[in-house]
Structures are given as C-alpha cells and as structure tokens.
C-alpha cells in the first residue's frame, strides 16, 4: 500500500516536470515577465523653428487667404515664444485670422489677451475693435436673446472712450447706433407682446426702457406712441398726454404722433406736456424735449 503511494507521487513530479521543460526551453521566466525589463524612454526631438520663420509662413497663409492655417500658424508661435516682440504680434495675428475665417469665438478669446497683456500697445485700439466686430457679426434677430448685442455694444464703446482718435473710431460709433437700435428693437417686441396681452404696465416698463436709454434710435417715436396707448388704457392721462406732447415736439411729422394724436383726440384729450413726468425729464437729461 505504502509502495503505491509512493508510485503515486513519483508519477505526479513526473508530470510537473515534464510540463516545465518546455517553458525552460523557450526562456527563463525573468524574460517573459515584460515589468523586469529595462523601459528605453527615447524623447521625440522635433527641431526649433525660429520666430520670424513661423510668423512669414502665418502671413503666407494669410496671403492665400487661408486664415484657419494662419491662425494656426500664429498660435503655435505664441506658444514657442510667449512674452516676446514676436509673440505680441502673433497673438494680433491670430485675432484677425480668426476673425476673417469666421471663428468668432476664438478671435475674440485672442483679442481679449491681447488686450490684457498689451494694453498700452499702439495696436490694442484694433484688437477691441476686432472683438466688437466678432460680437457684431453674430448678432441675431430682435426675437431672440441679444447678449451678444449687449457684448458688442460694451466693446464699441471701449474704442470709442479709450481711443476715440484712433481710425476705428467712427465706424464704431456708427455701430453702436446700430446696435443700440437692435436692443431697443427686442424690448419694443416685448412692449407690444404685453400689450397685447393687455398687461399694460408690463408693457410701459418696456416702453420706458426705450425713451430712457434709446432715444436715438428709429424705436423711440413708436415708444412713445405706445406709452400714450398703454397710459391711456391705465387711465393715466397725464402721462399719456406728455407722451404725445413730448413726442409732437420732437418728431411732429412722425406718422407715430398722428396716430397718438388722434387716439386722444378720440378721448377728448390733446397732448399736452407735464414738467413732472418722467418722461419729460428722460428727453431734457438728453438735451432733447
């Protein structure tokens, strides 16, 4: 019995060595455990490409009117030579490269970061200016949200007060007017929605947003018109009086003031103008009324 078992174990290491040979034939077991081995790190050296050779091939592409390739170009000069002559004009660079290939965001991104860290540069007037003209292109209908208008208005105005003499003055200040036209336009849509729907001094609280801070733009003789409709409907005549009043005044050819005229003319009223009013005040803080 002992004689069995011991032919038992013999025949079992028998087995486990012959199962062995083969893997010691191949290789060591050091060798096949890929951890034990050595890890060779060879560094990819890429050659430097010199500032001003970066900056001629950003030009080149955009002399091919590839502006994608050249705003590219311009960032990877950038970020070989931060804080350099160089990268101070790439980063202009890439502001107007993108602007061009109409990647707004990224122009004005760029543009905000010239500005930070160039803000005494003879060029920063154009790097705003570039900004207000990214949020510009992008502005959409007056039904929709205007923060890109609101954006684009701020932006103006910073050429405009910071560098009023620069040659991007004045084509600001006419877009501003054109801005400020869009923003006036999405609250009179507003107005005329709630008064509509009735809810009258919803209504003027939009109306008031034009007379007080549009009243150089094409909304304001129908704000008024509109506040002498929704007063009345109140049944605050002497607002809707000097709404009228102040409207004849300023603008008595306006087919806007006809209709208000005849609308009180209807009640047995005619405009007429209070000193009180707070729109009499909005039109004399302007210089107007």
């Not at 004689?3 to 028998?14: C, E, Q, V, Y």
């Not at 803000?119 to 007056?142: K, R, W």
Request: glycine residues 6%.
């Amino acid at each position: 019995m002992r004689a069995d078992r011991f032919s038992t174990r013999l025949f079992r290491a028998g087995l486990l060595v012959l199962a062995m040979m083969p893997l010691a034939a191949c290789d060591t077991i050091s060798s096949l455990n890929p951890f034990d081995k050595p890890e060779v790190y060879k560094p990819e050296i890429k050659p430097t490409i010199p500032a001003e050779q970066l900056y001629n091939e950003g030009l080149a592409y955009v002399d091919k009117k590839e502006f994608e390739g050249a705003a590219k170009r311009f960032g990877e000069l950038d970020k070989a030579y931060p804080f350099s002559v160089w990268s101070q004009r790439a980063l202009l660079m890439q502001t107007y490269a993108n602007f061009e290939a109409r990647n707004y965001d990224e122009a004005i991104a760029a543009g905000r970061r010239y500005l930070g860290l160039h803000p005494a540069s003879p060029e920063a007037a154009y790097a705003a200016y570039l900004v207000g003209q990214s949020y510009y292109n992008q502005i959409p209908d007056t039904t929709r949200d205007q923060e890109r208008s609101e954006k684009a208005l701020l932006a103006f105005q910073e050429v405009v007060q910071r560098w009023p003499k620069s040659e991007y003055a004045a084509d600001a200040k006419f877009k501003m007017n054109v801005v400020k036209d869009q923003l006036a336009g999405r609250e009179m849509n507003v107005g005329r929605y709630y008064l509509k729907k009735r809810n009258y001094p919803a209504a003027i609280n939009r109306f008031r947003v034009v007379v007080a801070q549009f009243q150089q733009t094409n909304q304001i003789e129908e704000a008024l018109a509109r506040l002498t409709e929704a007063y009345l409907a109140l049944g605050v005549i002497g607002e809707a009086e000097t709404a009228a009043a102040v409207l004849g005044h300023n603008f008595p050819d306006s087919p806007w003031y006809k209709d208000a005229f005849s609308l009180l003319q209807s009640r047995g009223l005619a405009p007429r103008e209070s000193g009180d009013s707070w729109i009499t005040k909005a039109f004399k803080s302007m210089g107007m009324g």
